[in-house]
């Protein structure tokens, strides 16, 4: 089946810096990325959709300032965590779905973030 | 920090046993949907699918039912086994978008 890596898996980082998290399609080109934060024993938000070569659709609630979403290419979706403060703490989640072939989305292995 | 986001529905079944898991979908013109596995820590995997010309589509030990009707999905597993204990979504989908359910935390009792 179609494969999504996300990276990294586990970051660490301190108050105020911020972090990339990079959402790749191995085998399949994607036209639109999903990305999700999920908190423990919590359902899965949906932060915002990116589609490729245009800007992101972020969900009410989501700061897009804060949040960057860049979907540059059919095979790459990046989130930065910007100015990270310790409530960003969270398992964060990609998706993508293929071109034409599917309607499925496939997921990343998601990526936990600690803010210390 | 504070968390937000719906808590998960528990189920707990005896192992062996069959478990149910049901969703409720919002979007009568939804096309597509999908259920996932999630165990912890790790991202969500596809488990089946069903378009919304059929009501009914089994695979290994797994059946998922569609009634369009009053808008509902349910998983069935059978004989459940301890490496089914995780979470499970439900989602669908039409044209680019792509919701989730709330989930279920299924838990297996040996």
């Known amino acids: 089946g179609a494969v999504v890596s996300q990276h990294p898996s586990r970051v660490i980082c301190k108050s105020g810096t911020s972090v990339k998290i990079e959402c790749r399609s191995l085998?399949?080109?994607?036209?639109?990325m999903f990305w999700y934060r999920q908190f423990p024993k919590k359902s899965l938000m949906l932060m915002a959709t990116?589609?490729?070569?245009?800007?992101?659709?972020?969900e009410q609630g989501v700061e897009k300032d804060k949040f960057l979403i860049n979907h540059a290419s059919l095979t790459l979706s990046t989130l930065t965590v910007t100015s990270a403060h310790p409530e960003d703490s969270s398992f964060y989640i990609c998706s993508a779905r293929e071109i034409q072939r599917r309607a499925e989305a496939f997921f990343g292995q998601g990526t936990r973030l600690t803010v210390v | 920090g504070e968390s937000v986001g719906l808590h998960l529905p528990t189920l707990s079944v005896q192992e062996g046993d069959n478990s149910i898991i049901n969703c409720a979908y919002s979007?009568?013109?939804?096309?597509?949907f999908i259920w996932y596995k999630q165990e912890s820590g790790k991202g969500p995997q596809f488990i089946i699918d069903?378009?919304?010309?059929?009501d009914k589509r089994q695979g290994q030990r797994v059946t998922v039912l569609l009634n369009k009707t009053v808008k509902h999905l349910s998983l069935q597993i059978a004989a459940t086994q301890p490496g089914d204990s995780a979470v499970y979504f439900c989602a669908e989908t039409e044209g680019n978008q792509f919701y989730f359910g709330t989930g279920t935390s299924l838990t297996v009792i040996p």
């Open positions: 069903i378009r919304s010309n059929m």
């Open positions: 990116s589609n490729e070569g245009s800007k992101a659709t972020y």
């Open positions: 979007n009568s013109a939804s096309d597509y």
């Open positions: 085998d399949f080109q994607a036209t639109t």
